[in-house]
């Protein structure tokens, strides 16, 4: 028997058991709000188990330091372990890959980066992940990028390395950390805008970068503000431009970009947390929630500032649309650069 026609106008439903269309829903819906309540009382009750917090650079980096004051600030408050996890390796994309294909239940999140999470997205061909892949939690810092110059360079200001770089195309160079990072981007960007050329000497990281310029061995270093902070103070290095809004607390004799006669220019890295795609609504609103928390402590805000980099915590959609704008401007960067796809 084919079944017959219910009151409701299903066709093909058992006498014995037709149901009218209304009632179906209601099932459907009872289904889904029991859903949303268990998803709700696990994020109350979240965690009862220790959290992996994958930074994907080393031990000791920006990254690393900023993502362990964090975490243990998070220990502290949830008396369950965060235990950071370091994958370091392809400026970032090995342990944003490993995020990307982790469950999504909030026991790994991520520390991402401009590099791995803007940057990379479309300068590698075949990269493992999209942002579609992570759920944007918060945005913890934004640090600007600083160009500095061993002592013994004669350029005063931004302006000098400019017009000498013009007047001497490809003989001068510079140090910072691998292709498809900020501080590598930063200077492309600049080098669109003020039509000069100079060569990007590649190091595996900002540090070894750094100390080779301190060393007198490369000319020019360019970085995130809290790895030259030390080193410009102590006048290990002389600092040339911010690449900032404007002027920063730790360095106020240093000009900003546009001070210096480059016009609209900001580029600032930038940390946050993010989780794998598909992670609980409820449980994403208590982790923004509580790492806003955490940033707001007394001692962490104080850290953070000694750092160079302030909070900037933002809600999930703000964070969300702002990588999307960060893809977006890094891709057209790339294009006009003509910087091939790795």
């Known amino acids: 028997m084919s079944g017959v026609t219910d009151r409701s106008g299903n066709k093909g439903c058992n006498p014995k058991n037709c149901k009218p269309r209304w009632h179906r829903s209601l099932m459907a819906l009872a289904v889904i709000a029991a859903g ?5 009382v696990a994020a109350q009750n979240y965690p009862v188990k220790p959290v992996r917090y994958v930074v994907p650079f080393a031990a000791g980096t920006g990254n690393d330091i900023v993502g362990r004051l964090i975490t243990d600030r998070l220990t502290r408050m949830w008396g369950q372990q965060v235990i950071v996890d370091n994958r370091g390796g392809a400026s970032g994309m090995i342990g944003a890959a490993f995020v990307a294909k982790s469950p999504p239940d909030g026991y790994t999140l991520l520390h991402c980066n401009i590099a791995p999470n803007a ?3 479309s300068l590698i061909d075949k990269i493992p992940y999209q942002h579609s892949d992570f759920a944007p939690i918060t945005r913890i810092g934004m640090p600007p990028n600083v160009i500095a110059v061993h002592p013994s360079v004669p350029f005063r200001n931004i302006k000098d390395l400019i017009g000498y770089a013009r007047a001497n195309p490809g003989k001068l160079s510079y140090a910072a950390s691998t ?3 900020s501080p590598h981007l930063t200077m492309e ?9 100079i060569v990007h000497i590649s190091y595996k990281n900002a540090s070894q970068a750094t100390s080779d310029v301190i060393a007198g061995q490369l000319p020019v270093n360019i970085t995130n503000l809290p790895f030259l902070v030390a080193p410009i103070q102590a006048g290990q290095l002389r600092a040339l431009g911010v690449a900032s809004a404007k002027r920063h607390a730790l360095l106020p004799d240093v000009p900003t970009m546009q001070e210096t006669g480059v016009p609209d220019f900001e580029v600032n890295s930038w940390y946050g947390v993010c989780a794998p795609a598909g992670t609980p609504v409820p449980l994403l609103d208590k982790l923004n929630a509580d790492i806003h928390a955490a940033m707001r402590v007394p001692e962490v805000e104080k850290r953070l500032q000694e750092l160079g980099m302030p909070g900037a915590p933002t809600t999930r959609d703000e964070f969300d649309k702002f990588m999307r704008a960060e893809i977006a401007r890094w891709a ?4 006009d650069a003509k910087i091939p796809k790795q």
């Open 189 to 197: 960007l600049l080098k669109l805008r003020m039509k000069f050329d």
């Open 179 to 181: 292709p498809g990072t």
């Open 332 to 335: 057209q960067v790339i294009r």
């Open 119 to 121: 940057i990379s997205i």
């Open 36 to 40: 949303g309540y268990a998803a709700t």
